[in-house]
């Protein structure tokens, strides 16, 4: 019984590797390619240097790279743009 433990523990942490560096991957990937996208050098460097699993860029992600949205120009009667 105790063998049977053993051997599921040591085939189950190569699987567990396998997932966290995909879900690693894939959130830094997403998170880097948006830093670099808007120009945000200081994001980009704590991104790449910092690994929290996910965490920091999931959160640079949906929190911290919202861009403001553009200001609309208005025509006056004219024509001329504002």
């Known amino acids: 019984m105790l063998n049977n433990i053993a ?6 942490f190569p699987i567990l590797f396998v997932l966290v560096l995909v879900w690693t991957l894939i959130w830094e990937g997403i998170a880097l390619w948006k830093a670099a996208r808007v120009g ?8 790449l240097i910092i690994n929290t699993l996910g965490i920091l860029e ?9 861009k403001e949205k553009p200001s609309v120009c208005h025509s ?4 001329s743009l504002s």
């Open 7 to 12: 051997i599921t523990e040591t085939a189950l």
């Open 40 to 47: 945000s050098k200081n994001w980009f460097v704590a991104l």
């Open 58 to 66: 999931i959160l640079y992600i949906f929190v911290f790279s919202k």
């Open 76 to 79: 006056h009667k004219n024509g």
